[in-house]
């Protein structure tokens, strides 16, 4: 009866409006009152031999339904998780290891004063002096030990930092990027046969968003994309789709080569499959490889390997696929006038086997169920 009673109100969760400033560092910090916030960094490796492969490390806080006059010290009014994985083309498969803890106790912590998010020896931390994000996670299979230093300013997605889910002003987040950042550090892989710490230098994107009504009724879950092109630009853009697999709302932020940004409306963004996987884990079908249109952008998206599905039911409770991506340009879908004063992602069909114009990470979720915040 007592734990029933605990349960029986659901918090007062602030809603996510327009016109908000963000401010920082402060907004660099954890939101704890709203229901769901996560940092998310995704990017690509480089070792002395020039061996490519793919990172994600992840920290979700969340504020579970439970009453705030329970007075019990171990009542979980914080909960936190981490997923972290490593795409090794060697390995063929994707290497993932995750972690859960209620905060508090010395076990787990998000600051709310800049970013600082921990569970045991897992940490992301921001350094107030340079702004490089400190990455130290020890997982089962491989060991990172980098830093992440910005290279561009914060990129506010959406309205200034508002970004709309859905069709009613509710279904939104506050949603900041930090695109191009450069990584150096140490990684090892293979520890459990062997394996010992290697320099590696590469690029990284950031995500950092929170809320507390993410996903609309309608909606079964997204795809997302963050990519750092060649040439400095940098491009976020998602849908959400339907439980019918249709594109229920989408939109992005693409910041041009000259610095300069704007934000991409629903009828901007397309995602079109280009090729499907089906995972031996979960019998799931992601389409790994897809074309992109956003805006005056035509991208073709194909992955470092197929199987980069990750299974955080044991954290998180999702299922999703999440992997590294080469970018190269596809036909636009169109011949209109606009397609000639493109940026040079929108080559023409003679370019499109041309070297990567970016790479980025693609996050394919609600193929398996639908996601649950």
């Given at each position: ?60 806080r969340s504020r579970p339904a439970l009453d705030e006059a329970n007075p019990s010290r171990f009542a979980p009014r914080q909960l936190l998780f981490a997923n972290v994985a490593l795409s090794d083309p060697q390995a063929g498969k994707l290497q993932h ?108 994107w950031l995500d950092h968003e929170w809320s507390s009504a993410y996903l609309a009724d309608e909606a079964i879950g997204w795809d997302w994309i963050g990519l750092n092109f060649d040439d400095g630009a940098a491009l976020m853009a998602f849908q959400m789709r339907d439980k019918a697999g249709r594109k229920f709302w ?124």
């Open positions: 009866m007592r734990a029933q009673r605990a349960l029986a109100k659901e918090p007062d969760y602030p809603p996510v409006t327009a016109g908000r400033t963000l401010v920082f560092p402060r907004d660099f910090g954890a939101h704890p009152q709203y229901r769901t916030e996560w940092w998310y960094a995704t990017g690509w490796l480089f070792a002395a031999d020039r061996t490519a492969l793919g990172f994600q490390v992840t920290f979700f290891d995750q972690r859960s803890a209620r905060s508090g106790f010395g076990l787990a912590q998000a600051s709310e004063a800049d970013t600082s998010v921990q569970i045991g020896a897992w940490s992301f931390v921001r350094d107030t002096h340079n702004g490089a994000y400190k990455v130290d996670i020890d997982a089962a299979d491989f060991v990172m030990e980098f830093a992440m230093q910005p290279t561009q300013r914060v990129l506010l997605n959406g309205a200034q930092g508002y970004s709309r889910k859905g069709p009613l002003a509710s279904e939104a987040s506050y949603y900041y990027s930090e695109p191009a950042l450069h990584v150096s550090g140490m990684l090892t892989r293979n520890r459990t046969s062997g394996g010992k710490a290697e320099p590696v230098q590469g690029i990284a989408a939109g992005g932020t693409l910041r041009r080569a000259d610095g300069s940004s704007h934000e991409l409306a629903p009828a901007d963004v397309v995602f079109t499959p280009l090729r499907w996987w089906r995972s031996p884990h979960t019998d799931a079908r992601y389409p790994v490889a897809m074309r992109v249109d956003a805006g005056d952008l035509h991208l073709t998206l194909t992955p470092l390997f197929d199987d980069q599905e990750v299974d955080s039911r044991a954290s998180t409770g999702a299922v999703y696929w999440e992997g590294a991506v080469t970018v190269t340009a596809a036909t636009p879908a169109t011949q209109s006038g606009s397609a000639s004063a493109a940026p040079r992602a929108t080559a023409t069909a003679s370019n499109e086997a041309a070297k990567p114009l970016a790479r980025g990470y693609l996050e394919l979720t609600g193929y398996v169920a639908r996601l649950r915040l």
